[in-house]
């Protein structure tokens, strides 16, 4: 099993910054690649950015390329989401999650693709 805890989230103006963490606990050995969504009331689950643990490539929805930043430690069990420029329509709450390594292809776009998830932290942007 793993565990999840995202932090970070928070109340700011639109055009501030927040930087989200998600540590991660349990048993990481077979992580394969780690993923940040949002969900926003009435809305679908909706993919922001993945990386993969071990090598680290990145992907982003088209929408924050340019203005978040995800990264990770691996030492430490822990993912980043640095977030600029926010704008009042990414009010949501975020999710971190954890895709393990196995057989076949997936879409890492998608949240099917995750096995475990955090609680969520609630980003707020007011305008």
């Known amino acids: 099993q793993v565990q999840l805890v995202e932090s970070g989230g928070g109340l700011v103006q639109a055009g501030g910054s927040l930087r989200l963490s998600c540590g991660v606990s349990?048993?990481?050995?077979?992580?394969?690649?780690m993923g940040w969504f949002r969900q926003a009331p009435g809305k679908e689950r909706e993919f922001v950015a993945r990386?993969?643990?071990?090598?680290?490539?990145?992907y982003y929805t088209d929408s924050v390329k340019g203005r978040f930043t995800i990264s990770r430690d691996n030492a430490k069990n822990t993912v980043y989401l640095v977030m600029n420029s926010l704008k009042p329509e990414e009010t949501a709450v975020y999710y971190c999650?954890?895709?393990?390594?196995?057989?076949?292809?997936?879409?890492?776009?998608?949240?099917?693709?995750?096995?475990?998830w955090g609680q969520g932290t609630q980003v707020t942007v007011s305008s």
């Open positions: 999650a954890v895709a393990v390594a196995r057989s076949g292809y997936r879409n890492l776009q998608s949240p099917y693709a995750y096995d475990f």
């Open positions: 349990g048993d990481t050995s077979r992580t394969y690649a």
């Open positions: 990386i993969l643990w071990n090598g680290g490539s990145r």
